[in-house]
């Protein structure tokens, strides 16, 4: 087994000299899909950014609060 056509877990590296060129329509397809990746990405964060209620989380600072108080 040649070390250089390996990965560290025994996966064969494909080198660029190995490698198709790609069809219109893969590119094509790739940068959709790339696409529609990130717009779900900002589309998520901004609904949390929109919906965000940081009351949510005043509980959970009063429970730490009373926990320190005890332990310390």
């Given amino acids: 087994m040649e070390r250089t056509g390996f990965e ?3 996966e064969q ?3 660029a000299t190995d490698t198709q ?3 219109r329509a893969s590119k094509l397809l790739l940068r959709a899909g ?3 990746f990130w717009t ?3 589309g998520i964060v901004l609904a949390r950014a929109a ?3 940081p009351c949510v989380y ?3 600072s009063h429970v730490a ?3 320190r108080n005890l332990l310390f």
Wanted: aromatic residues 16%; glycine residues 8%.
């Fill in 8 to 10: 560290p877990f025994g």
């Fill in 13 to 15: 590296l494909v080198s």
């Fill in 21 to 23: 060129p790609q069809s």
């Fill in 34 to 36: 790339t696409g529609v």
């Fill in 40 to 42: 779900l990405v900002a």
């Fill in 51 to 53: 919906f965000f209620e």
């Fill in 58 to 60: 005043d509980s959970f």
């Fill in 65 to 67: 609060s009373i926990a």
